[in-house]
């Protein structure tokens, strides 16, 4: 088990940027895929990108080119850079740890640690 603390996010206007970091403590050898998902009002969670401990990394489509996932071994520091915003990208956004069970990278079943949460809210 890991204990996940995100942070980062803010509020900026349309085509900007935001960087957000999710903090890991505890095991932290176990997470062999690491994730971030959102959920904005009313819908449901949605996976938006995902790193392997390979260093591999998926994304949605809706984000593909305009975010990035990293990860920083040495602070154990799981990051999601953010460019060219959109009002769309407003949502709470949560960080996600655990192994693959084979369900999916985007599929909420596939992870089993949770952070709380960091909101990002983009205007027009």
């Known amino acids: 088990q890991v204990q996940l603390v995100e942070s980062g996010g803010g509020s900026v206007q349309a085509g900007g940027s935001l960087r957000l970091s999710c903090a890991t403590s505890?095991?932290?050898?176990?997470?062999?895929?690491m994730a971030w998902f959102r959920q904005a009002p009313g819908k449901g969670r949605e996976g938006v990108a995902s790193?392997?401990?390979?260093?591999?990394?998926t994304y949605a489509d809706s984000v593909k080119g305009r975010f990035t996932i990293s990860k920083d071994y040495v602070k154990n520091t799981l990051y999601l850079q953010m460019n060219s915003l959109k009002p769309e990208d407003t949502a709470m956004y949560y960080c996600?740890?655990?192994?693959?069970?084979?369900?999916?990278?985007?599929?909420?079943?596939?992870?089993?640690?949770w952070g709380q949460g960091t909101q990002v809210t983009v205007s027009s």
């Open positions: 790193i392997t401990s390979a260093r591999t990394t």
């Open positions: 505890g095991n932290i050898y176990y997470p062999v895929r």
């Open positions: 996600a740890a655990g192994v693959p069970y084979g369900f999916g990278w985007n599929v909420m079943a596939e992870y089993k640690d």
